[in-house]
């Protein structure tokens, strides 16, 4: 079929192409989950055909849903629904249906639901076997009445990420990670099926079955939009074999370069990044900010805990001189912090740092990791918030801290000067500062800066001979009553093997 004859035939067949099958009884996709688990583990080994084989990144992005067919689908009063083509990253097929007052109806796949751009399509077929939904897209009115901006996207393994008002996408979520910053392949499992529920006023429930030969798992999610995205949700893991190095409620992120280490990219802005530094809230209530970095070699911390409070990842300055990137927007690009329903018990926040020299790979991970290992034939649940937001974080009483620099002291070959700025003007703040065996700190001093708004503490760092040291620093009084935050930072030696 000519693609002018798709488009003359396109209103008519993709009416009768999207229509719901039959309506079924509502079964539960938790079940189906746990069933999975008994079975062993199949992949899709089904190939694309065309139009959807073979596409290069422009070719992908020539594809787009039709209103009315597969995008801008109502989904009760304040929210409607696109449905994703498959293709370049995105080959295996997600089975798609929602919950009606008749049953359960799902949606059917087909090239007409799709617009195919003439510059990369000549011939489209009516039918792609195996093909199907690669993911779905919601919207709502966030920013203006009327005007259904993205919320929310499901696309690519397990992944997802969302946006509150007045902001563009940046850092994303999955339901789980497994093998992350390991010694071994990370595996990804990946959505097999996903359920919209009807809305609720301002909300909406989406389900979802992942699948991967380690395990099978279900995602609840309870989506509310607004000036901070919202979500509540439970993930409940079902274990094909044992697993040690499972992260829960994982983000994933991207840096580059800030003033921490800005040699790193040679690059007109002064900063390139989705996410600037962890912070944990951990189960005795102390907080700890980590400054992400862009390391010489792959860097895995954990900061062990019980029952944490909260952690997230967070996009920390928020003005436009800070980037100097009019087209990336990353002054507008959310945090993302995970706070859990109950108790998960002992284990660790885990931050992993991947090398990258370019802004285009996802190279920062943070998630929470169970200190015993998650048993096969079992189940485990998980019940977390995760709020998108363009806030600060809540450091209560503390001052926080404002920002952080470095760079190599010149004259003293071999030390690294550190600029650490937090918004306190006690006559009595003292910085207390420690490093890991085989550093040293020397030269500390703190001082209020001249607008009167922060005391600057500053040092400088030596590492002797070793690779890797970490730098502990709070600001307290003179009774010595907290007044930050405690401070950590990883240092590793450069790129060219200097400090």
Same mark, same amino acid.
């Given at each position: 079929m000519k693609r002018r004859d798709l488009l003359m035939g396109t209103a008519v067949l993709a009416v009768v192409v999207a229509m719901p099958t039959i309506? @079924? !009884?509502v079964g539960s996709l938790l079940d189906m989950a746990k069933a999975m688990q008994q079975q062993p583990y199949t992949p899709n080994t089904t190939p694309l055909a065309p139009p959807f084989a073979g596409l290069d990144y422009n070719a992908y992005r020539g594809i787009r849903p039709l209103v009315g067919q597969s995008a801008q689908l109502p989904h009760g009063d304040h929210f409607a629904?696109?449905? %994703?083509?498959?293709?370049?990253? /995105?080959? #295996? &097929?997600?089975?798609?249906?929602?919950?009606? &007052?008749?049953?359960?109806?799902?949606?059917?796949?087909s090239p007409a639901l799709f617009d195919f751009d003439t510059r990369y399509f000549d011939d489209v077929p009516d039918t792609s076997p195996g093909a199907g939904f690669s993911g779905m897209r919601l919207r709502y009115p966030l920013n203006a009445p009327g005007r259904m901006d993205e919320v929310l996207v499901m696309q690519g393994a397990s992944y997802f990420r969302a946006i509150g008002a007045a902001m563009v996408y940046g850092l994303s979520a999955r339901t789980i990670a497994l093998g992350t910053g390991g010694d071994g392949p990370e595996e990804f499992p990946r /959505?097999?099926? %996903? *359920?919209l529920h009807p809305a609720e006023g301002e909300t909406v429930r989406i389900e979802g079955v992942i699948d991967s030969p380690s395990l099978t798992?279900?995602?609840?999610?309870?989506? +509310?939009?607004?000036?901070?995205? @919202?979500?509540? $949700?439970?993930?409940? $893991?079902? !274990? *094909?074999? #044992?697993?040690?190095?499972?992260?829960?409620?994982?983000?994933?992120?991207?840096? %580059?370069k800030g003033p921490m280490l800005a040699v790193v990219s040679d690059d007109f802005r002064p900063r390139v990044h989705d996410s600037d530094v962890l912070v944990i809230e951990n189960g005795a209530g102390e907080q700890i900010w980590r400054p992400i970095a862009n390391p010489r070699n792959v860097e895995t911390s954990a900061f062990v805990d019980d029952a944490p409070g909260r952690f997230g990842l967070y996009q920390l300055p928020r003005n436009y001189d800070d980037y100097q990137d009019t087209e990336a927007r990353y002054h507008d690009r959310p945090s993302a912090t995970v706070e859990p329903l109950e108790p998960w018990g002992p284990g660790a926040v885990m931050l992993v740092e991947l090398p990258t020299q370019t802004e285009f790979l996802d190279n920062i991970v943070a998630f929470w990791r169970p200190q015993d290992p998650l048993l096969a034939g079992k189940e485990y649940r998980y019940a977390y918030k995760l709020n998108w937001t363009l806030s600060a974080p809540d450091v209560g009483d503390l001052a926080p801290f404002v920002q952080g620099r470095s760079g +190599?002291?010149?004259? +003293? !070959?071999?030390? +690294?000067?550190?600029?650490? #700025?937090?918004?306190?003007?006690?006559?009595?703040? @003292? &910085?207390?500062?420690?490093?890991?065996?085989?550093?040293?700190?020397?030269? $500390?001093?703190?001082? &209020? %800066?001249?607008?009167?708004?922060?005391? *600057?503490v500053t040092f400088l760092f030596a590492p002797g001979d070793t690779d890797v040291a970490e730098i502990r620093l709070s600001v307290r009084a003179a009774d010595e009553t907290p007044l930050s935050p405690v401070w950590l930072h990883r240092w590793t030696r450069a790129r060219d093997g200097g400090v």
């Open positions: 309506a @079924q !009884p629904v696109d449905l %994703l083509p498959p293709g370049l990253y /995105f080959p #295996d &097929p997600i089975k798609v249906d929602k919950v009606t &007052p008749e049953g359960l109806r799902e949606i059917a796949f /959505f097999v099926h %996903l *359920r798992g279900h995602l609840d999610m309870v989506l +509310r939009p607004g000036v901070d995205t @919202q979500m509540e $949700i439970t993930t409940t $893991i079902f !274990p *094909r074999v #044992d697993i040690a190095d499972i992260g829960i409620a994982p983000l994933t992120s991207m840096y %580059l +190599r002291e010149h004259d +003293r !070959p071999g030390h +690294r000067r550190f600029v650490v #700025d937090v918004a306190t003007v006690d006559d009595g703040a @003292q &910085p207390v500062i420690s490093a890991s065996d085989g550093a040293e700190v020397l030269g $500390i001093s703190a001082f &209020p %800066l001249p607008d009167g708004t922060a005391t *600057r």
